[in-house]
């Protein structure tokens, strides 16, 4: 065991800090990365607040982060996939069964003994996971993934989570030139599906309630915007749509969005609202329509969702703060006043 730098939660109702914490020495299939960058994800916020308590409850102290990018500072044995100085990324899981069907398909995320990245059980210390908001991590190579070398470092880091996140409804459900893709929501989830659907050539709206987000959603390579708060707009768009990503966490009617999928069309929620949703029947019987969920990606998807984006040059907008200000990012979070991804810079641990 060795001792690393990080900043942590003591109790729902503390504000994030410095803290010690304790790392495995790498066994023979591990890799150890010092961490360059660590983004700032929502379920961070939830989960060092304990707002997730039924389903996920806190063990304190609390190092979040997820989206994870650093150089590998050393490797076991074993290893064969990386070596000292390759730039690598973790992202949401760090283990799982292997051989499960959801882990033989590739599908990590799905396995039923997942082990998270932070705040689960950890076989080998005892104790729960530590994230990326560290100086470094020990990881078993097959939770590592590489990352482009001509993205830059802290743009990439959200694509982690956000980015894996976005791209693998897209991607499952065959997006490409000829799709009429809608995209409900331009924040941290909605700016990467955006960037994501137009690389792959469809045809791309933003649907929001602020039309101030015209010229950004533009920018970030939609087509058009519908403001959804304009009848007139949803009605003319109405039946038309052959996929829907929804990435809005917060409570809002789902039937609208559902109404403007034409037939055989699909609504695929990655956005996590505490409240239930009311949907009429018929919304879903007319056109044959489907809802379901997405959550992140499994390793080889990641992996493509990387290689995709070095191929595109596409990294979410972030930005970059020391580890100091986090406290007041997770504020600013609340408030939506980020475009469109914090990022925290490692080398502030060391200030």
Sequence with gaps: MYQAKAYAAASAVSPLAAHTIERREPTASDVRIEILFCGVCHSDLHLVRDEWHEAMPAVYPLVPGHEIVGRVSAVGAAVTRY???????????????????????????????????????????GGVTYGGYSDSIVVDERFVVRIPANLNPA????????????????????????????????????????????????????????????????????DAVIVTRNAQEMRRHAGSFDFILDTVSAAHDITAYLELLGNDGNLTLVGAPEQPFRIPAFALLSGQ?????????????????????GAHNITADVEVIPMQRVNEAYERLLKADVKYRFVIDMASLSA
């Design 83 to 125: 070596k000292r100085g390759d730039l690598v990324g973790v992202g949401c899981q760090v283990d799982s069964d292997g051989t499960c069907p959801a882990c033989r398909a590739g599908h990590e995320q799905l396995c039923p003994n997942v082990v998270l990245t932070y705040n689960a059980p950890d076989k080998h210390t």
């Design 155 to 222: 743009g990439a880091a959200p694509l982690l989570c956000a980015g894996i996140t976005t791209y693998a409804p897209l991607r499952r459900r065959r997006v490409g030139r000829g799709t009429k893709v809608g995209v409900v929501g331009l924040g941290g989830l909605g700016h990467m599906g955006v960037k994501l659907a137009h690389a792959m050539g469809a045809q791309v709206h933003v649907l929001t309630t602020s039309p101030g987000k015209r010229d950004d959603a533009r920018r970030l390579g939609a």
């Design 289 to 309: 329509r489907s809802l379901c969920g997405s959550v992140n990606g499994g390793l080889p998807e990641t992996q493509e969702m990387l290689d995709f984006c």
